[in-house]
């Protein structure tokens, strides 16, 4: 509860920051927090996810603090992505919680060759140990 609570006053202050011009772009995910912290409740840490850019409260859940959310937004020395992102496209490799990209649907391709490569390395492991 309260997750879904500070992502919906993060969401107004930031949204707030663009329309002053303050930050460039920003997107809003008001209505959808309990679905982003139910899904993201139900996961791993291990777990690796591919987000589009309403779904900050997963990456919330996870761990990534305001600060953090704000130095991407804000795309200031601190960001874990040096700037090199449009605001919301949060990454954090600690979390596994990889980039966003903008267009839309582009999750499915890549969680897809994620998975097919995870499973190549589990299955080298397999072999490898196998064989004395």
Not at 121 to 125: G, I, N, Q
């Given at each position: 509860h309260r997750q879904m609570i500070r992502l919906r006053k993060m969401d107004t202050i930031l949204h707030n920051a663009q329309r002053q011009g303050r930050i460039s772009f920003y997107m809003t995910c008001h209505g959808e927090e309990s679905i982003?912290?139910?899904s993201a409740s139900a996961l791993r840490p291990q777990d690796h996810v591919f987000a589009q850019y309403r779904e900050a409260g997963i990456l919330m859940w996870r761990g990534f603090t305001l600060e953090q959310f704000c130095n991407q937004c804000f795309s200031n020395d601190l960001d874990l992505g040096r700037g090199r992102q449009m605001p919301v496209h949060y990454g954090c490799r600690a979390l596994n919680y990889h980039t966003i990209s903008s267009p839309?649907?582009?999750q499915l391709t890549q969680a897809v060759g994620a998975a097919y490569k995870l499973k190549l390395?589990?299955?080298?492991?397999s072999s490898s140990s196998d064989n004395p």
């Open positions: 982003h912290i139910g839309l649907g582009t390395d589990h299955m080298a492991s």
